[in-house]
């Protein structure tokens, strides 16, 4: 009896068909828990009956729901039609049928109950910028009339649709949108002018990130440039700009007293900065409660204290900073969230575990060049929940391979991208049952076979990942996997993981589209079955 148990096991743990029906089972549980998500899929994909004038009684969009109907704007916008346009050339009058379409179900679903809206999906794949705009505007105005009470405005352009945009036009149509707390505009330039006049009738915005350009420069020698500055910003709590204006981010941390977090990608928060707004302002204090610092040997002054409520601290080291650890940077006391990048030495990382690990809910490591063993940062830890590791080399625990250390930690989250040169020792930290997110970036020149193989055979029995939700999956270089071990081992590692991790319904990976394999082969089958499982967690 006890062989038949042990071999109906085995037969399940590599029996594709079974693998996959335990998969579907899986998700289909899963999916019976939304039954509000199922039925506005459902209904996306059936909308030209809901929006059909002969179905009005039985069907219509208008007569779901608020809530529900609010979930069909959320799905619509997210479905495959916008992102399938893209695979064939359309003309003009097919972008303006396809465009009146999105419009009429845009119209359809929006309502003074819909609190959030994304525009880059009403505007995508169009050759023709003025048709774009054109399609924007109608969108704003719709809006405007009946979103009311609409909070959130998100609008990218990634496919630059929008590069002959009348800067002030779409300012003036934003800016009738007076309930917006939160706005996001990117891939589009906003002449600084035109944001004074947009945002001075948002009164209500806290969170505001875009791209600025200033026309000549921000003139901070200017009173009423600064007075504006308060008067019209004072309620952000989130600038995020791309902009090249030094000043202007200073001027924002020294002038916008609510302002939690200035992020300038362009042009980030450096030593020099950091010193200039201390000179300038000796004895005031600042809302910061993230900040971002460069070039550490420079600091001489105690800016912990002039920023009393930062708990989330990135430091970027150089290599003229050395092994230089200024008191300041270890003297915050509400620290959370710690990023460490390019740091030389683990005799440099320490004192700041030291300083700060107690109170951790997250911690990056980037780019460190020296080795060092995860326990001496997770004993350091006791709070724990996310670990960022790019580009780390991890010492094994244990002199002797074949014995598994047991990490004593809470950590729920962990991403791993291990440096080039050295395996990812990844048995002991997948062992940690309290994980529930997993992010794996595997090089293909890399992976060590034996370690995903015995991964693989855990998972099967049920050993580990017990309580894993999410599992993301990147590879790299797959041109160098010629003869196709290392895809077989990773797409039995996520077969396995597909079937018999209870909690795990949210499956991201590249893999099928990294990987280079011959049509008819025995690995193209392979490819295919794989897929089944990946296409699962997308329906």
Not at 35 to 40: H, S, V
Not at 125 to 133: E, I
Not at 204 to 230: A, G, K, M, V, W
Not at 344 to 362: K, N, W
């Amino acid at each position: 009896m006890a062989i038949f148990v042990k071999k109906r096991k085995c037969l399940m743990a590599t029996n594709d068909e079974i693998r996959l029906k335990l998969t579907v089972s899986k998700m289909n549980i899963h999916r019976s828990t939304k039954l509000e998500t199922i039925a506005a899929q459902r209904i996306v994909r059936n909308l030209d009956s809901f929006l059909d004038p002969q179905y009005s009684e039985t069907r219509n969009v208008m007569l779901l729901p608020i809530a529900q109907r609010n979930i069909v704007l959320r799905q619509w916008l997210m479905f495959s039609q916008f992102s399938e346009v893209k695979k064939r050339p359309f003309s003009y009058d097919d972008c303006v049928e396809i465009f009146k379409k999105r419009m009429k179900v845009f119209q359809s679903l929006v309502s003074c109950h819909t609190l959030e809206v994304d525009l880059a999906p009403l505007i995508a794949d169009s050759n023709n910028n003025c048709l774009a705009s054109g399609q924007l505007f109608k969108c704003l105005k719709l809006i405007g009339a009946k979103a009311t009470n609409l909070k959130a405005l998100i609008l990218t352009d990634p496919d630059q649709n929008l590069e002959e945009l009348n800067n002030k036009t779409l300012c003036n149509a934003i800016g009738k949108l007076q309930n917006l707390t939160t706005l996001y505009i990117s891939e589009t330039q906003i002449d600084y002018s035109n944001l004074k006049e947009m945002c001075k009738n948002l009164k209500s915005l806290t969170h505001l990130s875009t791209t600025i350009y200033f026309n000549p420069y921000f003139d901070e020698s200017n009173e009423r440039e600064i007075e504006e500055l308060q008067q019209i910003f004072s309620n952000l709590i989130h600038f995020e700009t791309f902009g090249k204006e030094e000043k202007f981010t200073l001027n924002c941390i020294q002038h916008l007293p609510k302002l939690q977090c200035a992020d300038n990608l362009r042009c980030p928060l450096n030593a020099y900065m950091i010193e200039e707004l201390l000179d300038r302002c000796p004895n005031q204090k600042f809302a910061l409660t993230r900040v971002a610092l460069t070039e550490p040997s420079i600091y001489n002054k105690e800016i912990h204290l002039k920023f009393p409520d930062v708990n989330d601290l990135k430091v970027l080291y150089c290599p003229s900073d050395g092994f230089t650890i200024p008191n300041s940077l270890t003297k915050f006391s509400k620290i959370e969230n710690l990023t460490l990048t390019d740091i030389p030495s683990e005799y440099t990382m320490i004192p700041y575990i030291d300083a700060y690990g107690h109170g951790l809910r997250s911690l990056r490591l980037n780019w460190c060049s020296f080795q060092f063993k995860l326990s001496s940062i997770l004993d350091r830890c006791p709070k724990l929940e996310s670990l960022y590791l790019d580009n780390v080399s991890i010492l094994p625990e244990c002199s002797m391979p074949d014995i598994q250390y047991s990490f004593s930690t809470g950590l729920t989250e962990l991403h791993w991208f291990p440096g080039d040169d050295h395996a990812p020792l990844l048995l002991d930290i997948l062992s940690v049952p309290t994980l529930e997110c997993v992010t794996l970036e595997i090089t293909c020149e890399c992976v060590q076979l034996e370690d995903i193989e015995k991964l693989t055979a855990m998972i099967a029995s049920r050993q580990i990942l017990g309580n894993l939700k999410r599992l993301e999956i990147m590879t790299y270089n797959m041109y160098m996997d010629s003869n196709h071990r290392v895809f077989r081992a990773l797409s039995d590692f996520i077969k396995s993981a597909s079937a018999f991790l209870p909690h795990l319904t949210d499956l991201e990976t590249n893999i099928l589209s990294n990987v280079e394999i011959e049509m008819n082969s025995d690995a193209s089958l392979e490819v295919a079955t794989l897929k089944k499982f990946i296409d699962v967690y997308e329906i």
